[in-house]
């Protein structure tokens, strides 16, 4: 009896130490199809299995059957996923030799892993050859790059523009502010009024860090900035210090709603959309999200942050599909054709109510989402690459908890650059 | 060994081999693992010795952070979680009116997922909207009011409040099922020999609800370790990585920062943890079993 429930706890012990041990694998993702890629021509159709995410369906179902419909030969299996499951799916299938024929990421540090890797088509050759130069937005192209080789096909380009509510705008009597300080003087108009000038949720760090990136423009310059995101440049430049040294100061004069570090970006910023509040920082994906709410997208105004530096570059990063190096040719070939009508300007037109902000030179404007175009014009004078995008994710990290820290105090803005270079530092040592 | 010896085995091996497989197995490489440098696709895996396990002790100022948070969560979950649900089962055990809607009511938390939770307390701790400050401004106590969520001393024990309030219903409903199986002939023993209601608990109840300790310890435990869709729905970790534990970190490193040694690492630091509190659990127990 008593040997038995000894062995009975350890059997308790043992499943413990397994489960813990094993429970590295991330949340299941929410398939629709299966399949994974490296798959062959053969047969009377190829077949392309592609991986997307579920916010996409409603636009890339119907896409998808079109496709097919033209292109009788090729089959599409598409699998939906949630954002996180996603890319921990394709790190997995990465790993296991199992990825997709084609699949869609985003860009920068994100979107480098599998051509860094060797995982993706070079796709140099055939956007030569099919005059990509000419359809796609050359911000678009240059942001799909690694080392010199196109890596994926253009879907989307978003730049971040500053959004205000119009209403309030009217109401105080004011426009667009055309410099830094400017900018300052309408925050402190608006405090005394009583209204919070930033609608930010800080929780997960990205939407605070797109007010930072900006101060770090405005602070350093275009070049310093790009060498910063590069890595050569050292991060505890005083231009950095003095962009944590002005957060830190709007954070204590009460700039931010109170406790904003651990708000839902979401749900901080919809006040701005009821005119409640001064200043976000968005891309013309909000439209969407304003309409959703029930307030008319046009009611809401947008300007370029006055970064006090020319030309005025604005935050972007693009979003494309991936096409899997060692998928058969025909298989390879069928993915390009299938990407290029997806983000086609045809199927844009089409689709331009839901489909986000194009990749392309040329589209129509969308009712439901007036700042598309507005905000595909105003990239033009130029553009960097989103910090979270741009810097290695561990710095990224590091980035976001600097901004927490210097904000509660518990680092000063130098301490905040000095842990962002070792985080620099660290991530040359190991790789 | 005779036929009749190996019987029981041969009706254990299928479900023992697909354990060895699919849990063992990944257990046993996850260890392998956590020796090397590697970024999960590339060829060239080095190997590191315990130097992943140096790093997150002596450098990663982020996970010790997540195994002091871990710590405090496991100490809290084995006391507050397994005490609140003792109470409330022995308080559910007896003749009640509305009993069972009580026992519906107190497990219902149980069976909502993490985030929903996570969303629900998040709106409940709002700053300036939320119910608690609200609450505290309405009793005259608004000095009281709080960002408690954005505030690293109380982020992490805020957050630990709405998980108890969502699982307590697992122990509560697990003692309840020991209670029941408790003959009331050995409290009316005890009532005949003058024992009062603190004493039937001590000698009685406590005694006989040895097995189901074991079950709630251990689930309790798993959980605690395991804890990630509740931090990562009311604080994604923040403010400043305050609130990072061990899951959330461990996910951080093997899927945002590709690091799978350092992941690896992480993962059985979680066994390590575990083990050190099971070990003079069973120890104690099996002790107490021999007397």
């Known amino acids: ?431 | 060994m005779k036929l009749k010896a190996w019987k029981p085995w041969t009706f254990l091996m299928p479900a023992l081999l697909i354990y060895l497989v699919v849990i063992v197995g990944p257990s046993l490489y996850t260890l392998q693992l956590s020796l090397y440098r590697w970024n999960g696709i590339s060829p060239n895996k080095q190997f590191v010795g315990l130097q992943n396990y140096i790093y997150l002790l002596t450098e990663d100022t982020v996970f010790q952070k997540a195994l002091k948070n871990n710590v405090l969560w496991l100490a809290g979950s084995l006391t507050i979680i397994i005490g609140l649900g003792l109470m409330f089962a022995l308080l559910l055990n007896r003749k009640l009116k509305g009993r069972s809607l009580f026992r519906g009511v107190f497990y219902f938390p149980y069976v909502l997922s993490g985030i929903i939770v996570a969303l629900m307390w998040s709106w409940l701790y709002h700053p300036t909207r939320g119910f608690f400050n609200a609450l505290l401004e309405g009793i005259g106590l608004g000095e009281l009011a709080h960002p408690w969520l954005a505030d690293p001393k109380t982020a992490l024990y805020a957050v630990f409040i709405a998980a108890v309030w969502q699982g307590v219903g697992l122990p509560m409903v697990l003692f309840l099922a020991g209670l029941q199986s408790i003959p009331k002939d050995c409290y009316e023993a005890a009532i005949i020999d003058g024992a009062k209601p603190v004493q039937s608990f001590r000698f009685i109840t406590i005694p006989l609800l040895s097995e189901t300790f074991v079950i709630v310890f251990a689930t309790t435990m798993v959980n605690a370790m395991k804890v990630y869709d509740i931090i990562y729905g009311m604080t994604a970790g923040g403010p400043a990585q305050s609130t990072q534990v061990l899951s959330s970190w461990m996910y951080y490193q093997t899927f945002k920062f590709n690091n799978i040694g350092v992941g690896s690492a992480i993962s059985w630091f979680l066994v390590f943890v575990t083990m050190v509190v099971i070990i003079p659990y069973v120890y104690y127990t099996n002790k107490k079993s021999h007397l």
């Open chain 1, 1 to 431: 009896m008593k040997r038995n429930r000894f062995t009975a706890m350890l059997a308790v012990m043992i499943l413990i130490v397994m489960m813990l041990s094993a429970c590295g694998g991330g949340g299941s993702p929410e398939k629709n199809a299966a399949g994974t890629g490296a798959g062959d021509g053969g047969g009377d159709k190829t077949t392309v299995s592609i991986w997307v995410l579920n916010d996409q369906a409603a636009y890339l179902e119907p896409i998808i059957k079109d496709f097919e419909s033209k292109n009788p030969d090729i089959k599409v299996e598409p699998t939906f996923y949630g954002t996180d499951p996603l890319k921990e799916s394709l790190k997995v299938a990465a790993a296991s030799k199992t990825l997709p024929d084609m699949w869609f990421t985003w860009g920068g540090s994100l979107g480098a892993f599998y051509p860094e890797n060797g995982l993706t088509m070079d796709l140099t050759a055939v956007a030569a050859e099919h005059k990509w130069e000419d359809i796609y937005n050359p911000a678009a192209i240059d942001l799909v790059k690694y080392d010199g080789k196109i890596a994926g096909v253009p879907f989307h380009l978003a730049s971040l523009a500053v959004i205000y509510p119009k209403e309030l705008y009217a109401k105080l009597n004011l426009n667009p502010p055309a410099t830094f300080a400017e900018f300052e003087a309408q925050l402190q108009l608006m405090k005394d009024q009583d209204i919070t000038p930033f609608a930010v949720g800080g929780k997960g760090g990205w939407m605070l860090m797109r007010w930072v990136e900006q101060l770090i423009e405005h602070y350093g310059g275009v070049e310093l900035h790009d060498q910063l995101n590069a890595l050569e440049a050292s991060w505890e430049d005083p231009a950095v210090v003095q962009s944590f040294q002005k957060l830190k100061e709007w954070s204590d004069k009460g700039y931010f709603e109170k406790g904003f570090i651990t708000l839902d970006p979401q749900e901080a910023e919809t006040p701005l959309y009821h005119g409640l509040q001064g200043f976000a920082i968005e891309g013309a994906w909000v439209d969407l999200t304003i309409s959703q709410a029930g307030v008319d997208p046009s009611s809401i105004g947008i300007f370029k942050f006055p970064t006090d530096h020319q030309p005025v570059r604005m935050s972007s990063f693009a979003e494309m599909f991936q096409i899997n190096g060692s998928s058969e040719p025909a298989v390879q070939e069928a993915a390009v054709k299938l990407a290029e009508y997806v983000t086609g300007q045809e199927i844009v037109n089409e689709y331009i109510d839901q489909y986000g902000s194009p990749a392309l030179q040329q589209f129509n404007t969308s009712e439901q989402s007036p700042h598309t175009a507005e905000m595909a014009d105003m990239i033009k004078d130029g553009n960097f690459l989103i910090s979270d995008q741009a810097l290695p994710q561990t710095v990224v990290q590091k980035l976001f908890e600097a901004q927490d820290a210097v904000i509660l105090n518990e680092w000063t803005p130098e301490q905040a650059a000095q842990e962002l270079q070792k985080a620099v530092e660290a991530h040359k040592s190991n790789n």
